[in-house]
């Protein structure tokens, strides 16, 4: 079983601010696999997770990054193998405007 939170954050001087959607909350999904939140993919031993989120004005120079934290509940009968009965997956890239070529 999965729990992943994906986040949107911004870079504004020097501090990292929650981004807002246009209905206000904060650009923030979470969930588990495709439960309607979050939609997870897996090709060639990657998972791979996508959010949707509607964000006001345009991103030009803005410092969006997006941040994910997979956590994996090990459903072992012996998790104190692992050290832990979870582990955990973290990422971050950042959002840039899409390029449009006419």
């Known amino acids: 079983m999965f729990e992943v939170p994906i986040e949107l954050l911004e870079h504004i001087s020097g501090s990292e601010v929650a981004v807002r959607t246009i209905g206000g909350e904060r650009a923030r999904r979470e969930g588990g696999a495709n439960d309607g939140n979050l939609h997870r993919d897996y090709q060639a ?6 959010a949707s989120f509607l964000l006001p004005g345009k991103l030009g120079s803005r410092q969006i990054i997006a941040r994910a934290q997979e956590e994996v509940l090990m459903e072992s009968a012996n998790p104190s193998a692992y050290g832990s009965d979870h582990m955990r997956y973290f990422g971050q890239v950042a959002i840039k405007p899409p390029v449009i070529s006419t």
């Open 45 to 50: 031993g990657e998972a791979t997770w996508t």
